[in-house]
């Protein structure tokens, strides 16, 4: 996807909520404090409470992307921050959610993989022991750390019914980890658990 948007010279990218996780081409919005090196292209805004001063100050792109932070929001704040976010979009252009899968995480639970899930573990056991039950594990998938906690779960038909309930855009499909436009980090960036969300912006 990103040598396909470079191509058709669709350069201008946003990354919602990125964490600190900083990668090359983006602009970012998040509410924590920017790093200097990045003062450029950083937007120290809450997506979910952008004025019209903000959308000015921020103009349009081709790419928004959330990529582990929809998961953060309150269900009810959803509807408002992808309005918003089709507000950044210029026409037709792309919308990237990607958060931890709820089928999956089913899955590893009812199968106890979680222990043996090397990509997971080494991060639960900041909050809970190595010889916690299973459930303990999928509470940590479920409500994640105290200080960046989960406040839903997703499956891509839930992605979905939010994405099409805000009537704002069209071609929502799934973007599987064999797609032709997937690659990590850009689109996938824990790529054993996520579940991907592509549409365009009506």
Do not use: Q
């Given at each position: 996807m990103k040598e396909i948007l470079t191509l058709?010279?669709?350069?201008?990218?946003?990354?919602?909520?990125?964490g600190?996780?900083?990668?090359?081409?983006?602009y970012y919005l998040d509410i924590l404090p920017e790093k200097k090196r990045h003062q450029k292209?950083?937007?120290?805004?809450?997506?979910i409470h952008l004025t019209e001063k903000d959308f000015h100050e921020l103009g349009v792109f081709d790419l928004v992307r959330l990529q582990h932070s929809f998961?953060?929001?309150?269900?009810?704040?959803?509807?408002r921050v992808l309005i918003n976010c089709a507000k950044l979009l210029k026409k037709d252009g792309y919308l990237l959610i990607t958060a931890p899968d709820l089928r999956i995480h089913i899955k590893k639970y009812l199968n106890n993989d979680y222990k043996k899930w090397?990509?997971?573990?080494?991060?639960?056991?900041?909050?809970?022991?190595?010889?916690?039950?299973?459930?303990?594990?999928?509470?940590?998938f479920?409500?994640?750390?105290?200080?960046?906690?989960?406040?839903?779960?997703?499956?891509?038909e839930g992605l979905k019914y939010l994405v099409a309930r805000s009537k704002k855009y069209k071609k929502i499909q799934e973007l599987k980890k064999d797609n032709i436009l997937s690659s990590i980090?850009?689109?996938h960036n824990r790529p054993d658990e996520d579940v991907c969300l592509l549409a365009k912006k009506k």
């Open positions: 058709e010279n669709k350069i201008r990218w946003l990354d919602v909520g990125n600190g996780n900083f990668e090359r081409g983006f292209k950083y937007f120290r805004k809450d997506i998961e953060h929001f309150e269900f009810e704040d959803t509807g090397n990509g997971f573990k080494w991060w639960a056991h900041k909050r809970i022991a190595i010889n916690s039950p299973n459930s303990f594990y999928f509470s940590i479920a409500h994640s750390m105290p200080w960046e906690s989960h406040k839903w779960c997703y499956d891509f980090p850009f689109t």
